[in-house]
């Protein structure tokens, strides 16, 4: 986040309560460290679902106060969102493969424990701000480039099915105070690299970080908008902070547009170990859930949050690797 970025949500939100779920996960935990640098008082709900992102190191206990336990549990979930002033709400199951080899596992984690979260979040009388994570996959195969937000949805694969009917959920409880963002990918410090399921960037900076070769399926051809965890951070935010971002469903992507080939070349590049990129067939998994080229418009994001992505691909994959090169155990 930049420093005027950061003083935002030190203005704003310091002596606030905030509440993320998914926030041991890649991108919950930098959120929640930047909300408790800022002088939030946070408390992060999840419950290290196998094969997820989530990681007890990613967060310092220090600073956040850590409640494990699924976000669909109101046991555990009522007490800690009962005086909440914001919750950021990223708990999900993010795998399009696993979503199409355990669909109903998604349906599960996506869906019906938000329902319950939801629902918890009613019985307490919960006034908070809410902002919701999902992601540009809603829109599927062969949406007009780029997406705006006023493309149809056609998901491709259950996680996408699963991811929108979370959304609407959100809107249909809390409207006036919920916004919804949809990210493209998204890489950067804390994103977990071993699982292969969890996006083609981890798994570009995982073999980089190793000196493997990075593979690329099919031509590479296929384009992305990539976005560094930071600019993430600076919308969800904002999107948070500014009033009408509620009820609204927003796009997050870059504008600096680049093939799958130019984003494994550019890691390559940025790496010390100077790994070769080669070319493979598809997995017949990865095919399944393939969409092509995708690629976000985000005025809507800059004309009403006033977010604009910072962090080019080859500075946020440089600061990538090198955060990652100091804390080896994470791709050894
Ligand atoms: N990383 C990306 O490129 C990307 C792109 C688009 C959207 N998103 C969205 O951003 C959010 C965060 O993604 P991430 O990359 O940080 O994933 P992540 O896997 O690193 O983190 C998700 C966390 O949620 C937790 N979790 C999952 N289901 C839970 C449940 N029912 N109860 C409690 N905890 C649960 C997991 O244990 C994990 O720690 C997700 O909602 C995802 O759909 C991510």
């Given at each position: 986040?930049?420093?005027?970025?950061?003083?935002?949500?030190?203005?704003?939100?310091?002596?606030?309560?905030?509440?993320?779920?998914?926030?041991?996960?890649?991108?919950?935990?930098?959120?929640?460290?930047?909300?408790?640098?800022?002088?939030?008082?946070?408390?992060?709900v999840?419950?290290?679902?196998?094969?997820?992102?989530?990681?007890?190191?990613?967060?310092?206990?220090k600073?956040?106060?850590?409640?494990?336990?699924?976000?669909?549990?109101?046991?555990?979930?009522?007490?800690?969102?009962?005086?909440?002033?914001?919750?950021?709400?990223?708990?999900?199951?993010?795998?399009?493969?696993?979503?199409?080899?355990?669909?109903?596992?998604?349906?599960?984690?996506?869906?019906?424990?938000?329902?319950?979260?939801l629902?918890?979040?009613?019985r307490?009388?919960?006034?908070?701000?809410?902002?919701?994570?999902?992601?540009?996959?809603?829109?599927?195969?062969?949406?007009?480039?780029?997406?705006?937000?006023?493309?149809?949805?056609?998901?491709?694969?259950?996680?996408?099915?699963?991811?929108?009917?979370a959304?609407?959920?959100?809107?249909?409880?809390?409207?006036?105070?919920?916004?919804?963002?949809r990210?493209?990918?998204?890489?950067?410090?804390?994103?977990?690299?071993?699982?292969?399921?969890?996006?083609?960037?981890?798994?570009?900076?995982?073999r980089?970080?190793?000196?493997?070769?990075?593979?690329?399926?099919?031509?590479?051809?296929?384009?992305?908008?990539?976005?560094?965890?930071?600019?993430?951070?600076?919308?969800?935010?904002?999107?948070?902070?500014?009033?009408?971002?509620?009820?609204?469903?927003?796009?997050?992507?870059?504008?600096?547009?680049?093939?799958?080939?130019?984003?494994?070349e550019?890691?390559?590049?940025?790496?010390?170990?100077?790994?070769?990129?080669?070319?493979?067939d598809?997995?017949?998994?990865?095919?399944?859930?393939?969409?092509?080229?995708?690629?976000?418009?985000?005025?809507?994001?800059?004309?009403?949050?006033?977010?604009?992505?910072?962090?080019?691909?080859?500075?946020?994959?440089?600061?990538?690797?090198?955060?990652?090169?100091?804390?080896?155990?994470?791709?050894?």
């Open positions: 986040m930049t420093s005027a970025g950061l003083q935002l949500v030190r203005e704003r939100l310091s002596g606030t309560d905030c509440v993320v779920t998914g926030g041991l996960g890649f991108i919950g935990s930098n959120l929640a460290l930047t909300l408790a640098d800022a002088g939030a008082t946070v408390t992060v999840d419950d290290l679902k196998a094969g997820h992102g989530g990681d007890r190191a990613n967060v310092d206990d600073q956040v106060a850590v409640i494990v336990a699924d976000v669909g549990d109101p046991a555990h979930v009522a007490p800690a969102v009962a005086a909440a002033d914001y919750v950021f709400d990223l708990a999900g199951q993010v795998s399009h493969v696993a979503s199409i080899s355990d669909p109903e596992r998604d349906l599960a984690l996506n869906t019906i424990s938000r329902l319950r979260f629902e918890t979040l009613k307490v009388g919960s006034r908070a701000r809410v902002v919701y994570t999902s992601t540009r996959q809603v829109y599927g195969r062969s949406a007009p480039l780029p997406i705006s937000e006023r493309t149809v949805p056609h998901p491709s694969d259950v996680n996408g099915v699963a991811k929108l009917a959304e609407h959920l959100h809107l249909l409880y809390a409207r006036e105070r919920t916004a919804i963002l990210l493209s990918n998204v890489y950067g410090p804390r994103q977990h690299l071993r699982n292969d399921e969890l996006g083609v960037l981890p798994v570009f900076v995982r980089a970080l190793r000196g493997e070769r990075l593979v690329v399926f099919g031509d590479g051809r296929d384009l992305r908008d990539p976005l560094h965890v930071d600019d993430v951070l600076d919308a969800i935010i904002r999107a948070a902070l500014v009033p009408e971002a509620a009820g609204q469903v927003i796009n997050v992507g870059h504008h600096e547009v680049l093939s799958i080939k130019q984003l494994a550019l890691t390559a590049a940025a790496s010390s170990s100077s790994p070769t990129v080669v070319h493979d598809w997995r017949s998994d990865y095919a399944q859930v393939a969409i092509g080229s995708a690629h976000l418009s985000s005025s809507l994001a800059s004309t009403l949050l006033g977010w604009q992505p910072r962090i080019g691909f080859a500075d946020g994959i440089d600061r990538t690797l090198a955060w990652f090169s100091q804390h080896p155990e994470r791709f050894a």
